[in-house]
């Protein structure tokens, strides 16, 4: 039996390794293509390692401790489930409920560390700016300087001889990037911003003992809380995971959006394409890739400079395309249009078109593989951030400094059109490609819904109280390799607006959702529920919109808030018909997200998995305890239909107890009604 069993695993490897099957990849038909380009040029990705390579199952249930040097410690689940008191325990002692909370909250670190990091470098390019130490970087919108200035609690008025004059604006920037900076790493108080929520949420969280300190620590203390013999409760450690948690969606994101917003402009509405088929054969391709857009604002601007675009025609190119991939794809199109090539799971597949000239790339979501494909083709693959560099040799590292921004971004730009001559294989480019409106940010929904001179929320609350737009939701997240590409978001996506939801969307999932043509007003009459679609019609937006990159889900949050201002919802984000998702979430910035939604009143499912299964008891507190402190909780549903179901059951829930759950029209009354009332 042994050797019949060595001889079926000798077959295989003579085999090879598998190949991933296009049609059960992805959904998309560019992504297909280039899966089948990549296997007869013999160029591996992530889909076919997907094949080879399976998941640990007791990781993936988050039952295993590699926290110290005893372990890895391991406790699957007994077969047949637990009866009576759960035995299972590490070296140490640790339970599942430790292990898993431990491994999670670890999650929420990593995520939130990444968000805040990126945060924090805006935060220092914005406070050279202040000093006029950068001539590269501006304030494009002294509006929303006003507005954080104020958020921050920095004056924006001064008193002279009795009256209120305007601040001197090169004051303000200057004190609001040094409060902002200080966010960071103070020494006492509270994260300035969680004030910004409802009343009610802030008491929630005074009450429980989560607010954040400061951005830095509430990370460094769960490093710590998960060191070998800290904190062994599985509610404690939650506490910090919950403060984290909140210091990356009300801390670190939320700043490193309004301080790009104010450098870099606040986003409104765009057209723009997407997908892979943006490319273009006769130009220089540039793709950047990552997500600050401090470098990729600079490439963007100097790319489009006449200088450079005739030195592409020199080299023989007719201009010079730039797209990007992941959420600097999101950063680039929101403010400038420029095209969105491709989401996460693409990445190596905008190399294997065989006309990517350069890939740039900062820090986040960069597959290390992408040197190995590179290698294939005469990519210069160019890493750009002192934090994220790659070992192989074929990697070149160009390190940016916002001091000579423009000087950096020229040597690169020049390196892509250089590397134009040097094309080897057959260039294949497929043809797919969508139209996109994006840019929705929480001014342009106001302005959207009550134009310029009655800019309000009213209009949206309006809609949802008489029942057309049932709720909302937020659609958010990465792709996974573990299950089919794309498929997921769209599912979901299509469902809810079906279903009367209006979506508002980020990250790699906005990505899918434009490549579907779900971002254009169109799609409201092809997809939506009558509801839904009359509204879009009337206003002219999409049925779902974009509203950024990742750290932009903190315009989720305050888009959630002015709900709850406008009226009629309730008086916390916990009452308004909202849920959450993240259909195909692979990254820790994900829990860390998942996890601000609901410590801010949004029930939020994921799709895939989780790491929970392992530890029932702990899965229950996150899934259902969780509701009673701050009304939002976990849930976990890979069937994207049920998963649209379960948030619409919640939607439904809400409604209900808002006493809104019966279609209602807003009475309008004429002359005689009128009268009749005077009287
Ligand atoms: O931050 S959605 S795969 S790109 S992690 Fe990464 Fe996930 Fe895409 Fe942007 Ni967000």
């Not at 990549?38 to 997907?50: C, I, K, Q, S, Y």
């Not at 009558?530 to 990742?550: D, F, K, M, N, R």
């Not at 701050?630 to 808002?658: C, N, Q, Y």
Request: hydrophobic share 40%; with cysteine; glycine share 8%.
């Amino acid at each position: 039996m042994a050797d019949e069993k060595k001889k079926v695993v000798a077959a295989k490897a003579a085999k090879g390794p598998k190949l991933a099957d296009p049609i059960k990849a992805s959904i998309d038909p560019a992504t297909q293509e280039l899966i089948v380009r990549a296997h007869e040029l013999g160029v591996e990705t992530v889909f076919d390692r997907a094949e080879n390579l399976k998941p640990c199952s007791i990781g993936d249930q988050g039952i295993c401790c590699k926290n110290c040097s005893m372990g890895p410690c391991r406790l699957p689940l007994p077969k047949g489930g637990i009866e009576g008191e759960d035995q299972r325990r590490g070296l140490c002692g640790a339970t599942a409920n430790t292990i898993a909370a431990r491994n999670f909250i670890r999650m929420i670190a990593g995520g939130a560390a990444a968000h805040s990091d990126h945060g924090r470098s805006v935060a220092e390019v914005f406070l050279s700016v202040a000093r006029k130490e950068t001539e590269a970087y501006k304030i494009k919108d002294p509006q929303k300087l006003l507005a954080v200035a104020e958020a921050l609690g920095v004056a924006t008025t001064v008193e002279v001889d009795g009256e209120t004059k305007a601040r001197d604006m090169d004051e303000i920037a200057l004190e609001t990037a040094e409060t902002a900076l200080n966010e960071w790493g103070k020494a006492e108080g509270e994260l300035l911003y969680m004030k910004r929520a409802p009343k009610p949420l802030y008491e929630k969280w005074k009450k429980h003992g989560v607010l954040p300190r400061n951005i830095d620590r509430e990370v460094v203390e769960i490093m710590h809380r998960t060191h070998i013999g800290v904190d062994q409760d599985y509610r404690n450690l939650m506490k910090q995971g919950t403060r984290a948690a909140l210091a990356d969606g009300w801390g670190g994101s939320m700043l490193a959006t309004d301080l790009q917003d104010i450098m870099f402009g606040t986003p409104s509405p765009v057209q723009a394409e997407a997908n892979l088929g943006v490319m273009k054969e006769d130009h220089v391709n540039i793709i950047l890739h990552g997500h600050e857009p401090i470098l990729s604002e600079m490439i963007a601007a100097v790319a489009q400079s006449r200088e450079m675009v005739d030195y592409a025609k020199s080299k023989g190119a007719k201009g010079i395309q730039l797209a990007g991939i992941c959420c600097t794809a999101n950063e680039l199109l929101q403010r400038h249009g420029i095209p969105t090539a491709a989401t996460f799971l693409q990445q190596e597949l905008a190399i294997i078109t065989g006309a990517c000239d350069a890939m740039i790339v900062d820090i986040q979501c960069i597959m290390q593989n992408l040197a190995n494909v590179a290698k294939c083709f005469h990519t210069k693959l160019i890493t750009t951030h002192p934090i994220a560099k790659m070992e192989q040799n074929n990697v070149l590292h160009i390190e940016f400094d916002e001091h000579y921004a423009l000087e950096d971004a020229k040597k690169i730009v020049k390196i892509a059109i250089d590397n134009f001559e040097n094309r080897k294989a057959e260039v294949m480019i497929p043809r797919h490609k969508s139209a996109q409106v994006a840019g929705f940010g929480v001014e342009s929904v106001e302005y959207h819904l009550g134009g310029s001179f009655r800019g309000s929320y009213y209009t949206l609350n309006d809609n949802i109280i008489n029942g057309r737009i049932r709720g909302l939701a937020g659609v958010v997240g990465c792709n996974n390799a573990r299950t089919r590409h794309n498929e997921g978001h769209i599912a979901v996506v299509k469902e809810l607006i079906k279903n009367d939801v209006l979506v508002l969307t980020t990250g790699c999932s906005a990505i899918a959702c434009a490549m579907e043509g779900l971002l254009t007003p169109e799609a409201a009459a092809v997809h939506a529920g009558p509801g839904l679609a009359e509204v879009c019609e009337t206003v002219g937006i999409p049925p779902v919109l974009h509203l950024g990159s990742c750290v932009d889900n903190s315009r989720i949050l305050l888009a959630a808030t002015e709900v709850v201002k406008a009226g009629g919802l309730g008086n916390d984000i916990s009452d308004v018909p909202v849920a959450g998702s993240a259909p195909e979430w692979m990254s820790e910035k994900a829990i860390s997200i998942g996890h601000y939604f609901v410590a801010s009143g949004v029930y939020t499912v994921f799709g895939v998995k989780l790491p929970v299964e392992g530890a029932p008891v702990f899965k229950k507190y996150i899934f259902e305890e969780f509701e009673k402190m701050f009304g939002g909780m976990w849930d976990l549903e890979p069937d994207p239909i049920k998963h649209a179901h379960k948030m619409i059951a919640h939607i439904d829930k809400k409604r209900k107890a808002l006493g809104i759950d019966k279609a209602r029209e807003r009475v309008l009354l004429d002359m005689a009604d009128r009268r009749a009332l005077e009287m």
